[in-house]
């Protein structure tokens, strides 16, 4: 079936480091991407999405990249801290619309002071 | 900023019992809520999606008379666990969608509650 998924379950970087965060999705109709920030025992929280009609969005030493041709999708941190720290989830709405997310199933990512 | 708050964050209740967990959109309208699930280092389950005014959407396999959903108002949804046993033991998390863009708010961005941790004893 449909679904959204990550290439790496976790990933440890050191503190100052870039850290990349990968995601693949399978269908083709989605239009809106958006990545979130879950620490433990607390909600997801907002960190940046992108449109399929943009290939890149940044944000605060957070970018998004979406490679459509391909169906992937990164979140790139830079100058990772030890606040990075969490699991990240990709989203994908399928359908434009009053349709709900789908979401990947979470890279945790460690950061090593 | 689009900030949704959840009641009460942790609750303990014994088996058999109903647990009500409240979800709101502080400082934007949102026509439709979704409520989630989440086990121990795993990703977010849907369970339910509300829509104002309306009957909520459930999930394959998610019981309707189990899990009463009510979205009485554009800030308002509430999740109702019924006859609670241990298995229902989890993380509830909900999401609210903004009709409307507004100050911090994308329409299409779901913004999510800080969780609610139920724990049937």
């Known amino acids: 079936g449909e679904s959204v998924g990550l290439h790496l379950p976790t990933l440890s970087v050191q503190e100052g480091d870039n850290s990349i965060i990968n995601c693949a999705y399978s269908n083709s109709a989605s239009d809106y991407f958006i990545w979130y920030k879950q620490e433990s025992g607390k909600g997801p929280q907002f960190i940046i999405d992108i449109r399929s009609n943009m290939d890149k969005r940044q944000g605060q030493r957070v970018t998004v990249l979406l490679n459509k041709t391909v169906k992937h999708l990164s979140l790139q941190i830079a100058a990772t801290q030890p606040g990075d720290s969490a699991v990240y989830f990709c989203?994908?709405?399928?359908?434009?619309?009053?349709?709900?997310?789908?979401f990947g199933k979470g890279t945790r990512l460690s950061v090593i002071a | 900023g689009a900030v949704v708050s959840q009641h009460p964050s942790r609750v303990i209740c014994k088996s058999g019992t109903s647990v009500k967990i409240e979800c709101r959109s502080l400082?934007?309208?949102?026509?439709?809520m979704f409520w989630y699930r989440q086990f121990p280092k795993k990703s977010l389950m849907l369970m339910a999606t509300s829509n104002e005014g309306s009957k909520a959407t459930y999930e394959q396999g998610v019981e309707k008379d189990k899990f009463l959903i009510n979205h009485a108002s554009l800030t308002l949804s509430t999740l109702t666990v019924t006859s609670a046993h241990p298995e229902d033991s989890s993380f509830y998390i909900c999401?609210?969608?903004?009709?409307?863009?507004?100050?911090?708010?994308?329409?299409?961005?779901?913004?999510f509650g800080p969780g609610t941790r139920l724990t049937v004893l």
């Open positions: 989203a994908e709405i399928p359908h434009s619309g009053n349709t709900p997310l789908v």
């Open positions: 400082d934007f309208q949102a026509t439709t």
């Open positions: 999401s609210a969608r903004a009709g409307l863009a507004g100050e911090g708010v994308a329409p299409d961005t779901q913004y």
